[in-house]
DNA sequence: CGGTTCGTTGAGGCCCATCAATCTATGTGG
DNA sequence: CCACATAGATTGATGGGCCTCAACGAACCG
């Protein structure tokens, strides 16, 4: 959010922000099917977004990293259907919806950041379908690690990055059992395309391991592709 | 679109769209993983969004019905990595999508259709994203002809409506293979949960159709549903 | 040090994919 | 108006990827 806006964006963000709010692991403060008045931005901590269906699986959304918003959504409805809870404890920062509304109907920056956070999303819910529709569960695997090690700025070789999402987690993401979830990522060691100590991932091969996925980071569109955001308006302020 | 602007922001959008153009059934309008300068509106017929696997399978990600947008991540991102095409022979009007970014940005009310039919899309991925994860095949396909009978207006028992999607279709929508999606709508037939004739789908009871799929029309945001749609700023001008 | 969460292992089975035809519509040109 | 081409729908046999059920091991934590 904050890389979006410019400066003077930035600060009429702040006015209308409520105090940072810790939040505890596991605890749901994005109620699914509810409605929720505010939109939060994820200041410390993973969060995850959901699905419940009625017999019980939840099938994950999406991720809410640092700096990230959890519920865009909320902006302009007043009802979410998913439901959005940290897997670690978490520190959050709350915007009332109606008054993000009014800001973004007053400053075109906002308004474009939040329509690139949208669209951002967007494209990533898309690449999720794809795979979970149509590719095996290493690949669907593989490609969710790549994804987090692009989310969180891994991109060379024998980088390595906290992740705090159990293996249940990961098969709720790619819409697999755990138990098979586990057994692919014995697989994926074994052959030394990731290695893991305690929550701590390590990619020693990352071109090998992208290529396994087929993975290709564009459709994030992070800071750094800035050829593809257009020049026509307001650029970051610093 | 326009039953989300008010009078002026649709003169105003139409002022920079350029006269309609045909597209002959099965043209890719938009080129998956290419540059799009284009945002396009469907005027008439219906068109899927797609993306394609390396090993040459595909994932439907979307559907544009006429009035809807085919390609609003081009208006911010210069490369879409999805596919449109149209299924059935097909009229759409566009807009350069650095003209549409300029009259988002001057104009309030057309920011937040956009980001209105961006958070749309989003929701519809995540019930997608949900029903190939986590659910039956027959619930998925059941679900898909609620999703479209809702989109197409039809709401009640015995409700008819041309569906131009073949079998392949509905089997890349849901993650399938046309062979499987054949012998669950043979099943779904068998149960009277369908009829069919030719092209033309019809629902004797969309209670129990929506049941078997477990549909809840919320998410799509219809007008209608107006209840939604915060009073805060600009209603539909007509 | 007992409870609880997470990871791991194994056996068995089902849902849906794969491969391979055949059948049916629709349309086209001679 | 019919022979033919082509796309789409249908059917059957077989197999595999992943699920289900059911434990057990390991790590963490108060």
Not at 54 to 72: C, H, K, S, Y
């Amino acid at each position: 959010m904050a890389s979006l806006l410019n400066r003077a964006d930035l600060a009429a963000l702040e006015t209308i922000s409520l105090p940072p709010r810790p939040v505890p692991a596991g605890v749901e403060f994005v109620r699914e099917n509810e409605a929720a008045d505010r939109v939060h931005i994820i200041r410390d901590g993973w969060a995850i977004r959901y699905k419940t269906t009625r017999d019980g699986n939840r099938q994950i959304v999406g991720l809410a990293l640092p700096g990230e918003l959890a519920n865009v959504d909320s902006m302009l409805f007043e009802r979410v259907d998913f439901g959005v809870r940290p897997v670690t404890a978490a520190t959050i920062v709350s915007v009332a919806r109606l008054k993000l509304a009014a800001l973004a109907a007053e400053r075109p920056g906002v308004a474009r950041a939040i329509t690139w956070i949208a669209l951002v999303e967007n494209a990533t819910l898309c690449g999720w379908a794809m795979r979970i529709g149509r590719q095996s569960a290493a690949r669907r695997l593989a490609h969710l690690l790549c994804e987090i090690a692009a989310r969180v700025g891994v991109d060379g070789d024998g980088g390595s990055f906290e992740m705090p999402l159990t293996q249940t987690h990961l098969a709720d993401a790619v819409g697999l059992t755990p138990m098979h979830v586990n057994r692919v990522l014995q697989a994926m060691r074994a052959d030394g395309l990731i290695a893991t100590a305690g929550r701590k991932v390590t990619v020693p091969d990352i071109a090998r391991l992208r290529a396994e996925a087929d993975f290709e980071a564009g459709y994030l569109h992070r800071p750094g592709d800035r050829a593809t955001y257009p020049t026509l308006e307001v650029a970051a302020g610093d």
